[in-house]
Each structure stands twice: as C-alpha cells, then as structure tokens.
T-cell receptor, first 114, second 111 residues
Framework: EAQVTQNPRYLITVTGKKLTVTCSQN?????MSWYRQDPGLGLRQIYY???????DKGDVPEGYKVSRKEKRNFPLILESPSPNQTSLYFC?????????????FGPGTRLTVT | KQEVTQIPAALSVPEGENLVLNCSFT??????LQWFRQDPGKGLTSLLL?????REQTSGRLNASLDKSSGRSTLYIAASQPGDSATYLC??????????FGSGTQLTVLP
C-alpha cells in the first residue's frame, strides 16, 4: 500500500530535550516536506526537500532541522524543543516534476512540549 | 506571497443537499490545486488534484473546477451525507515549492 508513515504519533516531552520525528514514504517520491498545523494559523511549511541531500526552508524553519540521506526518509529534528513548538506535525511526499504532483500526507504527529 | 481564502468558514446543511465550497488564491502562477478532507484531529486525505492546465476533475460525488486566470476553484459535493462532515481544505502548489493552504470550510451534514 502506498503510504507516508510518521513516528511517533504522539509525543510529550520537556523543554530542551532533543527529539526526532521520523517520516518515511514507499512511493519513490523525490519531493518531501514537513508542515505544522496550529489553531487559527492553519498549515504552514517548515522544510522541504526536492531530492536526496537537497533541502530548503519553508515559512517557519526556526528551531527545526531536517536531513535527507535516503530518498524514502525525511526526519524532522528538534534539537532544543520549546513550548511554542507544541503542534500537530505532518510529513508529505509528492511525485511529479519539482514536487508538482499529488501530495500524500502522513497521519500526523501530535507533539506537546512542557 | 500566495494567499488562499476559503468561503464559507463553516456550513451546515441537511442530508441530501448539493453544496459548493469556494476557494480563491491571489497568485495565478500555480502548478496545481488540491482539495483535502480532514476529520477532527486526523490527517489529510486527498480528494482531488487539478493540474494548472486542467479545468475540472471528478471523483464520485465530488467535482472540482479550476479557473486559474481568475484565481478561483470550487468543490461541488452532490447528494451530501452525514459521513461527508469534515473540514475541507484547498491548497495550491506553486513556484515556492510548497502547498499554501486555505483556512478550510468546516462542513456539517445533518441527518
């Protein structure tokens, strides 16, 4: 089954404790991205990647890191989480030229930073 | 910077009605437009993708149209059912290599 998976699905952590949210897709997509969703602010892009070893900032990259060492994986790293990073996070992947195909989203990771 | 607006913000209809959700965007230089459905606290389910060269797409009871020059799209839902209750999100993909989302239309279909 074609899908985007994320782990963990739920995470409660404390300020400053480094964490990684994994994202994996099995569709051989070149384009992958991360979004966060907040009430009243909607969905906003954090980072995206056009291919292996190619990443770029989205609208809200502060406090986040990403890496793209393999085509299928695109982990999101919070090196020193803060309470304002409490949010619902989504990973997405897409086919097509420059990511212009249909976007497939993972199930989401609900992160709470206390 | 691309901005996407969805009207109405919320809609409540009796079961069986046909309905139209509206989406407008400010920059017509888009690659495609995608409609999603999101249930409370859940992920995004892709409903329809319209490429910039297309005018409409259909899937079952759903029909989406795109008028790129005027920056508008509509999602038509025929014969609505209570199971259609969800938030519907419109998103455009453009040269910034990101989906820009509208704030959504929260649909409630009453039995």
């Amino acid at each position: 089954e074609a899908q985007v998976t994320q782990n963990p699905r739920y995470l409660i952590t404390v300020t400053g404790k480094k964490l990684t949210v994994t994202c994996s897709q099995n569709m051989n997509h070149e384009y992958m991205s991360w979004y966060r969703q907040d009430p009243g602010l909607g969905l906003r892009q954090i980072y995206y990647s056009m291919n292996v070893e190619v990443t770029d900032k989205g609208d809200v990259p502060e406090g986040y890191k990403v890496s793209r060492k393999e085509k299928r994986n695109f982990p999101l790293i919070l090196e020193s989480p803060s309470p304002n990073q409490t949010s619902l996070y989504f990973c997405a992947s897409s086919s097509g030229l420059a990511g212009g195909g249909e976007q497939y989203f993972g199930p989401g990771t609900r992160l709470t930073v206390t | 910077k691309q901005e996407v607006t969805q009207i109405p913000a919320a809609l409540s209809v009796p079961e069986g009605e046909n309905l139209v959700l509206n989406c407008s965007f400010t920059d017509s230089a888009i690659y495609n437009l995608q409609w999603f459905r999101q249930d409370p606290g859940k992920g995004l389910t892709s409903l329809l993708l319209i490429q910039s060269s297309q005018r409409e797409q259909t899937s079952g009871r759903l029909n989406a149209s795109l008028d790129k020059s005027s920056g508008r799209s509509t999602l038509y839902i025929a014969a609505s059912q209570p199971g259609d209750s969800a938030t519907y999100l419109c998103a455009v993909y453009g040269s910034a290599r990101q989906l820009t989302f509208g704030s959504g239309t929260q649909l409630t279909v009453l039995p």
